[in-house]
């Protein structure tokens, strides 16, 4: 575990939030995640790391959750305090080149988009495509990072965005290539749900990566 | 001074015991079975489940208690929470991580004198000290069977396990050290020895083309199996399915020294249910190494861990595990009932199964197992098969043993002499989980 200065806080909505913090050398893949937590304290949660491999600096997309013992201190770091960092974890790497086919569709709910944030800016030649589920057009973090033509927004809880409703009810009208890589990425019942509609669609299992969010 | 340890909870804490028997021995203290006795007492804790934490409370408030009258000293140390250990730092004389334990005694010399913030060590989830504990010799608590600690912590992160928190970051142990001291062992005349770890597969996995890889260990143990020229099983336990390679497989083959009992953790036949516990592996990964397994080792036995009623688990959603159950044939399974175990993400959620109906989930599985295990064992009746004689049965008269597959075989025998040699037995009946012999070559004494 070590000691990282936090160089920025950046509040995307009342409720999310990006935070910047010096890389000291930590070596990752995109798609693993990182243990935080404020400086000395007991607690800590997994974050996986929102900036690219290429960036001198480490980010990570952060929801306040209700009561949470972790994420309601994180909101509260400014520019110069210390945060607990350790990792990178996880197998969700992602590295386009050990595809035979680089063809790839991203799925993620809320703040499930972080992985995906991190793929792009790390390759972004990528060919992809993203569809991301959110309850209103302001949780469509960062989509300014993405290629627009390549993003769909799915707002289930008002009107605005690219679809009037959840991510799996767009799926269902979708077409998809069964040769396609498909990386899942948000809470589980998603994940699920997004699993079976896939597999129906005739994607073999072995093309469907995941990394749930709890 | 006379010294009492207390260990609570797997085969990892088993074989830390040993160290640090063996450290306390070597300073000088002596051990005693009698608590009240000790001058030192330590406590070797579990984080796995709360019943495991709640008897480390109710010991140290007695020790404390003791303390009116005598002298006492006590420590805590083992697998413990980042929350537990806050309290731990005032209940407690001392306490330490395992990598810290050659300081022990020094620690304890100490009590009284210095300070109890040198007393008492913080967490680091880093391990990077912890060749000094590998490197204390173990006082083994038997004299044929052996546990080798080969790697520390996890980076697994399965939403049902503490692990990642109280025992830190994968660290695996150098091999040269690992195949030291299985060449000791052998060389003392041990029979059964278990290389163990969290994930005893990814073994090397954290330092890359600076150490062998898990096949490749097994297999310089299996090459020195062939130099020793003694008769000895090497297990290991617990791999996880996502590290396990057909190379491992492959190895475990080739040396008549590897036990060909394969212990493979499923936890449940469900994607969706493997999806929420984090396990990083599937069905079809897991059928994929069971095909494997009974293509290249056709006589290797199969255990396995499954937990019943993991949140969330639907009827459905379990009938997918007896349906694995069905189709892998397990020869064991340590089937648990989920219990959230405070410090693992899983703890935050609603724990939605009934008891009664993780119960009943358990039985059916026990069922499920002993259905499949029945034929099994019959087919063994009437064959002579090799065993490792462990100690005396509950039955009068009979002596207890497991075959390299580790299936328990009692045999009539009262040579307690025989504890701890390898025999030949011919099988004579089967119950779904044990079997009867007699053995091929009768002892005078028996």
């Known amino acids: 575990m070590k000691k990282h200065k936090v160089t920025q806080v950046r509040h995307l909505t009342d409720s999310t939030f990006v935070i910047r913090f010096e890389r000291n050398g930590m070596e990752f893949q995109t798609g693993q995640f990182v243990l935080l937590g404020t400086k000395g304290a007991v607690d800590r949660r997994e974050y996986s790391i929102y900036s690219g491999e290429n960036d001198d600096y480490l980010e990570v997309l952060v929801r306040e959750v209700d009561g949470g013992k972790v994420s309601s201190k994180l909101k509260k770091l400014k520019a110069g305090d210390l945060v607990d960092v350790d990792g990178p974890f996880g197998f969700f790497k992602f590295d386009p080149q050990s595809f035979q086919v680089q063809q790839f569709l991203f799925i993620a709910t809320g703040t499930g988009i972080s992985p995906f944030h991190g793929f792009v800016k790390t390759h972004p030649q990528l060919n992809y495509k993203m569809i991301h589920g959110v309850r209103k057009v302001e949780e469509a973090y960062d989509h300014d990072d ?38 899942l990425c948000g809470n589980s019942e998603m994940i699920y749900e997004v699993f079976d509609i896939l597999s129906e669609k005739g994607i073999p299992t072995s093309n469907i990566y995941t990394e749930v969010y709890f | ?84 250990h806050e309290k731990f730092l005032k209940l407690f004389d001392i ?116 150490e062998l890889t898990f096949p490749q260990l097994l297999r310089e143990i299996g090459e020195l199996g062939k130099r020793m ?92 595990t007896r349906k694995a159950f069905d189709e892998f044939k397990f020869n064991m399974s340590y089937t648990a009932i989920y219990s959230p175990r405070p410090g693992a993400t899983s703890h935050r ?56 597959g580790k299936l328990t075989i009692r045999f009539a025998c009262t040579d307690k002499s025989m504890i701890g040699q390898f025999a030949d037995v011919k099988i004579t009946s089967a119950s779904d989980f044990s079997l009867e012999g007699e053995l091929v070559e009768v002892a005078a004494s028996c």
Request: hydrophobic share 35%; aromatic share 10%.
């Open chain 1, 146 to 183: 993405f290629n627009k033509e390549r993003v769909t927004l799915c707002t289930s809880g008002e009107k605005g965005g690219d679809f009037d409703g959840r991510v799996t009810e767009f799926l269902k009208t979708e077409t998809i290539d069964e040769n396609t890589n498909c990386f």
């Open chain 2, 1 to 84: 001074m006379k010294y009492h340890v207390v260990t609570l909870g797997c085969q990892m804490n088993m074989s830390d015991s040993e160290r640090v028997i063996s450290v306390l021995e070597e300073a000088g203290y002596q051990w005693t079975d009698n608590e009240e006795e000790a001058g030192v007492i330590g406590i070797l804790a579990c984080s796995v489940r709360q019943k495991a934490i709640d008897k480390v409370y109710s010991r140290i408030h007695k020790w404390n208690k003791w303390k009116n009258n005598k002298n006492l000293v006590t420590f805590i140390s083992g697998c413990i929470l980042p929350d537990d």
């Open chain 2, 95 to 210: 306490t330490f991580q395992m990598k810290d334990l050659p300081e022990l005694p020094k620690m304890i010399s100490s009590y009284g004198i210095t300070t109890p913030t040198h007393l008492n060590v913080g967490i680091d989830p880093h391990n990077e000290n912890i060749e000094d504990f590998w490197n204390v010799q173990p006082h083994y608590q038997s004299n044929f069977e052996a546990f080798i600690p080969i790697q520390n912590g996890c980076d697994k992160f399965c939403t049902y396990c503490a692990v990642p928190y109280t025992r830190g970051r994968e660290v695996s142990r150098p091999s040269k050290d690992i195949i030291a001291e299985v060449a000791l062992l052998v060389a003392q005349g041990y029979k059964s020895i278990t290389l163990l770890g969290q994930n005893v597969n990814s073994y090397g996995l954290d330092k890359k083309g600076e």
């Open chain 2, 229 to 320: 020229k003694k008769e000895f099983w090497l297990y290991f336990t617990s791999p996880h399915p996502r590290d396990m390679t057909d190379e491992v497989i492959e190895v475990i083959a080739e040396y008549p020294v590897l036990g060909k009992q394969i212990h493979l953790p499923m936890q449940s036949g469900d994607d969706k249910v493997l999806m929420r516990m984090n396990r990083k592996h599937n069905m079809e990964k897991y059928r994929h190494i069971v095909e494997t397994i009974r293509r290249i080792i056709p006589q290797a036995t199969l255990f396995t861990d499954v937990i019943v009623g993991f949140t969330g688990e639907t009827e459905e959603q379990f009938e997918n």
């Open chain 2, 349 to 404: 959620w609603v724990d939605d199964v009934p008891l009664e109906e993780k119960k009943r989930r358990l039985h059916q599985l026990t069922e499920d197992l002993r259905k499949h295990n029945l034929p099994y064992n019959e087919s063994l009746v009437g064959q002579t098969v090799r065993i490792l004689v462990r100690g005396e049965d509950r039955k009068e008269g009979f002596l207890t043993s497991y075959t390299e």
